[in-house]
């Protein structure tokens, strides 16, 4: 079941707010873990949970006509010269490996989000990114309670001399992988690498 409007207040509120995914009060504070992951605690029922509920007016977000939660991603498949994908192990929920990206913010170009997401995860700027997908992935779930994103995601071909520096606070480890031989991928990601556009602007 994916996250609805019945999932927030009546009265959604006018600046950003995290809500606990199991009462709903705005109480949830981050913790990090022993093992470096991240989770989130609840003052109100004292619960711990991978994910909450996030509202930010900020954000591109939106509730569909079945009133689901719809959030904006955009993301960049980093490829260097050998054929390989530059992919990090998420420190926040899913704790999968992944590619750089990140939510949309409210009116922003997606590729100028996409440049932007990737320089703030990984310190590459990117000098030309190429449109590869645009459009809605069902069962993608993030930490902030969506399950429903619409995505925009590039490919950026990078130099040799490359060397991605990952943020602390969304990736603890890193490498460059050939297509035939991934890590376990977070759902968007393993999805975006299965189309046949993708992996054909990839060979």
């Not at 591109?60 to 994908?85: A, M, P, T, W, Y």
């Not at 992944?98 to 320089?119: C, F, M, N, V, W």
């Amino acid at each position: 079941m994916y996250t609805t409007r019945k999932s927030f207040p009546k009265d959604l509120p006018p600046k950003k707010t995290f809500f606990c995914i199991l009462c709903g009060a705005p109480s949830v504070a981050k913790a990090v873990q022993e093992n470096g992951t991240v989770v989130f605690k609840c003052s109100i029922c004292n619960g711990t949970n991978e994910r909450f509920l996030a509202w930010d007016p900020g954000m591109e977000q939106f509730f569909n006509q079945d009133n689901e939660l719809v959030h904006g991603s955009v993301g960049v498949i980093v490829q260097n010269q050998n054929k390989e994908i530059l992919l990090f192990k998420r420190v926040k929920y899913p704790f999968l490996w992944t590619i750089p990206a990140g939510h949309l913010d409210k009116d922003e170009d997606p590729k100028q989000a996409a440049t932007r997401e990737l320089h703030e995860e990984t310190q590459i700027n990117a000098s030309e990114l190429r449109s590869v997908f645009a459009g809605e992935i069902r069962g993608d779930s993030c930490v902030g309670g969506a399950d429903i994103h619409y995505w925009h995601a590039y490919v950026y071909q990078a130099s040799d001399d490359v060397e991605p520096i990952i943020e602390a606070e969304e990736g603890r480890e890193w490498g460059w992988f050939v297509l035939s031989e991934l890590p376990e991928l977070t759902m968007p990601v393993g999805y975006l690498l299965s189309l046949s556009e993708v992996c054909v602007t990839l060979e």
